[in-house]
């Protein structure tokens, strides 16, 4: 197939041009490509629904309609409407800006959301009645997390607050129409880059109010202290509950965190939680008396499940809801008389929805959630509960990004939306199918799921791809991924698994890998390998492994373990962990968490541990891809492996992606640049035999 979307990817090293060449026409397959399956061009045309809302009729919801625009290469938010039977689908804030987080006034008469519509992100109330719509704020930064109060007068929301900068002296006054070179910017913080965000400014998120029929905005939280996330309100609208590290040695400790009330009068603060570990997302019970929350006691290991626990108003009366739950707990909502909770959790790679009572006991109702990553398999979605039980989801299929669908309280599901039909209705998609083993390490089960061709055919011989998630602590499922279906598309069996150190198995399968990283989950995967090829219909000359950040680590590792792949793409990975700690957006996370002391004092630790260490062993060609503004593992950890291959005399290359950070595929030409490359590799490399 040929591409009509230009690769601008700089590409680095060896035959640059012939995998540029490779990745935009697949010229060589060494099977067939689905001749209907998912184009490269198609992903410029996706489409997931995310963030459903209850109207106050109680029978329909409005959510972000989130697509992908060609023109702009960025995802385009609206925000839609849709009835609980799946009637009257239709626009309610639509265009080219961006419209995002709807939501509803107490009273049900009027709609808050974040818009772009006149440039710098404000936000916006429109009555409902009229569709009148009067703008609130005038900020010169962006909001997030609105709030309405119990009482409508005022929306909560949180938003960075400037400060001043550290200087160390001041520059002499400088003449008339000279032209100096800048001021130098002091840092005196730990963490003062961000994936994603860049050199961040000095300052700190703090939570404001606006009255909700517009004027100027007040802070409401202060303090050298960052208070992000969920914004929770007393019923009496008198205080904001939120969530926030305000430990002097907060920087040090950077999961530690507290739920504080602070009175909306005069900011006055109390605290409602007091323990070492985090504590967040508060959310009070209709009646006022409750608030719920997740969080656990810090154990100091590199993975922590958060639990769910209620709380009476005032702090006092802590309930445990979910202590017989080894899985981490989010997205909690109360019912509406009250008397229970709703929550999600990750259970062997799908999403959930559960509901327990106030004495802990509950049962689950959906594990369907899914569909709003949309590059790679990782489990996703959320949801809202309707004032009658029903709970509105974003739909997990191995076929769709997320569709909205309802299921009532005895497990009949409807889908409300159908977004790509359009798009992926002609396709032929690769079905997805379950694969487990007893690891060869030491008998614990573990599993993955392979994708074939839509046009598989078992008496023919096929090439595999093992792609490897991040995290470490990530989770892969049975749900959509772009860049899977593509791969597939092309004519590939793909295989992806959750070795050990994946979540959703259990806070100890996770922790496997607790400062024993990489390790045995080499064998996890290599084992599933195995049984892939058992199943037949798989070349074992025709061994293909990638992954990206964690992902990008295991692929560099295999390829210093074994040989048996023909080619291999390290995607923004971790080669040297020493270096990596060290420059990292969060260093403080990384060296606190993740290994046993600093790398100036476990410096074996580190190093056993880097795949640099086993570069000398590498004679599997191997290609580095990383986005150029990427914080979260530098492309300097990229550089060193490209170097280093060339100076072992191993082929490689390297694909530089311009303007990405660690999420790489965020764009959708991004995306569609990352697979083609990765296959263009692939297929250079197809009849490549290692000199001895």
């Known amino acids: ?222 303090g050298s202290y960052n208070h992000n996330g969920t914004i929770a309100w007393t019923v009496d609208s008198s205080s904001i509950l939120v969530s926030a590290n305000r430990s002097p040695d907060w920087e040090m400790n950077p999961r530690d965190s507290e739920i504080y009330a602070f009175a909306l009068a005069d900011g006055a603060m109390t605290q409602l939680t007091q323990r070492a570990g985090p504590d967040n997302n508060p959310v009070v019970s209709p009646d006022g008396s409750k608030i719920a929350f997740t969080g656990n006691d810090e154990n100091n290991m590199s993975h922590q499940n958060g639990s769910l626990y209620v709380m009476n108003v005032d702090g006092s009366g802590v309930q445990h809801l979910t202590a017989g739950l080894d899985r981490g707990v989010n997205n909690v909502q109360w019912n509406a008389d009250g008397t229970g909770l709703y929550y999600s959790y990750n259970n062997l790679g799908k999403k959930l929805v559960a509901f327990t009572n106030m004495a802990g006991n509950g049962r689950v109702i959906t594990d369907a959630l899914g569909g709003t990553s949309l590059g790679r398999p990782y489990a996703s979605g959320t949801y809202r509960v309707a004032p009658d039980g029903r709970v509105i989801y974003t739909q997990a299929r191995a ?89 597939a598309a092309q004519g590939y069996v793909v295989l992806y698994t959750n070795p050990r150190g994946s979540t959703s198995y259990g806070a100890d ?52 373990k074994t040989d048996r792949f023909r080619a291999a793409v390290v995607a923004k990975p971790v080669i040297n962990w020493s270096s990596f700690v060290l420059t990292a957006d969060f260093s403080a996370t990384f060296t606190k968490y993740w290994f046993p002391d600093m790398p100036w004092n476990a410096a074996d630790h580190y190093w056993k541990r880097s795949p640099l260490s086993l570069v000398g062993n590498v004679k599997t060609p191997t290609m580095l891809l990383s986005g150029e503004n990427d914080y979260r593992t530098p492309i300097s950890e990229a550089e060193q492996y490209y170097k280093a291959l060339k100076l072992a005399g191993v082929p490689t290359a390297m694909v530089r992606v311009p303007g990405a950070s660690h999420g790489i595929a965020r764009k959708p030409s991004n995306l569609v640049q990352k697979v083609g490359n990765i296959i263009g590799w692939f297929k250079k490399y197809e009849d490549y035999v290692p000199a001895d």
């Open 509 to 560: 399968f996770a922790n496997l890998i607790h400062h024993n990283y990489p390790s045995e989950d080499y064998d996890d995967m290599i084992d599933l390998v195995d049984a892939t090829i058992a199943q037949g219909s798989i070349d074992a000359d025709q061994l293909y492994v990638t992954g990206g950040s964690g992902g990008g680590v295991l692929t560099a590792w295999i390829v210093g």
């Open 399 to 487: 076929d769709r990004p997320a569709d909205l669908a309802v299921i009532d309280r005895i497990g009949s599901v409807t889908q409300l939306t159908t977004l790509n039909e359009d798009v992926l209705g002609p396709r032929e998609m690769g079905q997805v199918e379950r694969v487990a083993v007893n690891s060869s390490f030491d008998g614990r089960e573990v599993e993955g799921w392979i994708v074939r061709p839509a046009n598989f055919d078992a008496s023919k011989q096929y090439p595999l791809i093992l792609e490897i998630h991040g995290g470490p602590h990530g989770a892969y499922g049975p749900g959509y991924s772009t860049e899977i279906q593509l791969m």
């Open 1 to 222: 197939m040929k591409s009509t979307t230009k690769i601008s990817a700089l590409v680095v090293g060896t035959s640059a041009a012939l995998i540029a060449s490779a990745a935009i026409q697949g010229a060589v397959y060494a099977a067939d490509p689905v001749p209907n399956g998912l184009q490269y061009t198609d992903v410029f045309n996706l489409e997931y629904a995310t963030g459903p809302q209850m109207a106050p009729d109680g029978l329909s919801v409005v959510y972000e309609r989130r697509a992908m625009d060609v023109m702009t290469d960025r995802m385009r938010s609206n925000i839609w409407s849709v009835g609980l039977d799946g009637t009257n689908h239709r626009p309610v804030l639509s265009g080219k800006a961006q419209f995002r987080m709807p939501r509803f006034s107490p009273d049900g008469t009027r709609l808050a959301y974040l818009s772009t519509v006149e440039g710098k992100t404000q936000i916006y109330v429109r009555w409902l009645d009229s569709g009148a719509t009067a703008r609130v704020t005038d900020l010169k930064l962006s909001p997030s997390n609105i709030s309405w109060s119990p009482d409508g007068k005022h929306i909560a929301f949180t938003m960075f607050a400037p400060s001043a900068s550290p200087s160390l002296f001041k520059m002499p006054a400088k003449p008339k129409g000279a032209k100096w070179a800048g001021n130098a910017k002091v840092i005196d913080r730990m963490t003062y880059r961000v994936d994603g965000a860049g050199y961040v400014p000095v300052g700190f998120t703090q939570v404001f109010v606006v009255p909700s029929d517009g004027g100027s905005p007040r802070q409401v939280t202060s």
